[in-house]
């Protein structure tokens, strides 16, 4: 029954002067959202709110699904408009509303009306009372509570007549766009997906980077990657997802360098390329799934080591989080599925059996002078065969 949505959104509001270009963010993450979905819509910003109008016929279930990955919405208000034909009228769709609606009619209501057309002949308060009288004669089942109701029935009067009173929760955050754009690390793990949603949730664009090992790591791996960071893109848009051949490198390090040193090592060079990338696509930092004591790798003395090659700042939006946390999020954003498929990563087959949890920083970069001008070349070459998959 429903013919359109109120979006309703609650960070954005309080940004003063610059509110209307997150306001155009959010418009322009709408339309794209929808152009997935069965159906034709109009979106349009009125009065300080955003209405998305179904000018066609639409599949309720599937744009609901699609505006809740929309960073910057917190509710979506499924509405039905009509035109004013008086007030017994609107007294009859209210009513035909509820039935419909609430086929359970054991509840409470409120109904708050609002007149942005000061000449409707009814005050709010004369509307409240008659339409609430209306719903009680045709559902006396149903009982008011004006304080915690569980069905609060707005009925605005505008260019036409507005009814609503379901809230759909949507992702909560920021349009993605408002933040600028950050370069993702992302493996085939359950962390790292994670962390770019997250950071894309506050209203930052999202470019991502991944260390392929052919042939150590198969292309099935590498095509995980390709739909973790589709499942990602549902919610950020397009990613420009870099894949960087790092076999070379790794088989180098492991050649020269102490074995309990070998992740860290690699986990530098792969920051060092990261940042490259980002450098050179106007992101303004990097993003890990890095989470404190996870492994090895992420211990306090280990993550000071890796973040000392970086001069971009480095966001691990799980930095504190437990594994079952980080869990629970991939499994909310649909990604948990895809990351638990047993497909080999680079730095499995590459991992020594002691790894170095308190890396000395000295030593690491004694054996890293060690690695020459070839490792040079050797980053050169795989940032040359770069290759740019557009996920969407
Ligand atoms: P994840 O679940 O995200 O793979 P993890 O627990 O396996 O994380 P590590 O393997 O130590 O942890 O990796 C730490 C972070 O380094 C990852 O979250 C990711 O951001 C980045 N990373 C690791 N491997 C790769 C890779 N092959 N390509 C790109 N980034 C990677
Ligand atoms: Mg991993």
Redo the contacts with the bound molecule.
Sequence with gaps: MFTAFLIKYAEIGVKGKNRYLFENALVQQIKYALKKCDGEFAVRKTDGRIYVDAVSEFDYDETVKALQKVFGISGICPMIYVEDEGFEKLGETVVEYIGHVYPDRNKTFKVAARRARKNYPLNSMEMNVELGGMILDSYPEMRVDVHKPDIMLNVEVRDKIYIYSEIIPGPGGMPVGTGGKAM?????????????WMIAKRGVKID??????PPY?SERAKQK?VDLAAKVAAYTGPIYLHV?S?TDIQLYIYDKCPHDEL?IIM?RY?MRI?EHIAKETECLGL?????IG?????TMHSLMA?NEVCELPVYRP?IGFD?ME?VDISEKIDTYET?IQPYE????IFVAKHPVTKPNLKIIRKHEHNLDEKINELVQKALDEDEVIIVR
């Design positions: 993702l690390l992302l493996s085939g793990g359950i962390d790292s997906p994670v962390a770019g991502a980077v991944y260390f392929h090992a790591t990657v960087i790092f992740t986990r792969m990261a993003i890990t799934g890095e989470s996870q492994v090895a790798s992420q890796t799980l594994k980080i990351s990563d680079c730095c499995t």
